[in-house]
């Protein structure tokens, strides 16, 4: 390979683990065979990273748009995405992130889950929303304008990804929305629900929700005063 048929990309250290096994990295450079025509944003998702975890990208000091045209010998720096204030977005999350979904919801936050494996019926309705996926091929779409890839496997680091990219930890809402469907939850009184709880819940409760779509009913218990403590370590 001659030194004119190459592109250098640096990958910063908290974005190495997104790179694909089979990609050397050295003094974290991948080292990539030149391509005539080439987009930036082609070149980053060929080593692994997609356009939605990267901030900018420059060329020596200048920088470029991920729809710079490659140019050989070119040595690209990319810095990682940055978090970002809460807007009210929604989130639209990926095939196994069933468990990440419910805590969003517990949480307040929109979190529509998306069971089947085709992206491109998930993508149908995305737009506007944040994909949350462990999927790097879903990130790469055009269509995907907002995204996230998760690292972690567990259901608790994958919160703390998520709360801190999107900035969610002041913004979060109790009993306002239904964890297993994602409706919005109305308060109602005592004696409307009385008939379908334990007497012993109704001894110590005396605020209820209930969702108007699936009808389950809620009230402040163990569940939230378990998350207070997990947002308390986030
Ligand atoms: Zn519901």
Not at 160 to 179: G, I, N
Request: glycine share 4%; with cysteine.
């Amino acid at each position: 390979m001659s030194t004119h048929e190459i592109v250098h990309i640096r990958v910063p250290e908290g974005m190495q683990w997104m790179v694909y096994h089979s990609i050397v990295l050295s003094d974290m450079t991948a080292i990539m065979r030149y391509h005539e025509h080439q987009s930036l944003k082609d070149c980053l998702e060929s080593i692994g990273i997609p356009h939605t975890e990267v901030e900018s990208c420059f060329v020596d000091s200048q920088q470029v748009s991920n729809t710079h045209i490659m140019l050989p010998d070119e040595v690209i720096t990319i810095e990682p995405r940055r978090s970002i204030p809460f807007k009210e977005q929604s989130f639209l999350l990926d095939v196994h992130l069933g468990k990440l979904t419910t805590y969003l919801r517990l949480l307040g936050f929109d979190a529509v889950y998306f069971s089947s494996i085709e992206h491109e019926k998930l993508l149908e309705g995305a737009e506007g929303s944040v994909i949350l996926t462990r999927s790097r091929d879903l990130l790469k779409h055009k269509r995907v304008s907002e995204g996230m890839l998760i690292r972690d496997t567990q259901t608790q680091e994958q919160l703390r990804e998520v709360m801190r990219r999107y900035q969610l930890k002041d913004s979060y809402r109790f009993l306002y929305r239904c964890p297993n469907c994602n409706g919005l939850l109305q308060e109602v009184s005592k004696e409307s629900v009385a008939q379908e709880l334990e007497a012993e819940t109704l001894l110590w409760i005396e605020s209820y929700f209930r969702c108007p779509s699936c009808s389950k009913i809620y009230w402040y218990g163990s569940h939230y005063t378990k998350l207070e403590e997990l947002l308390s370590r986030l």
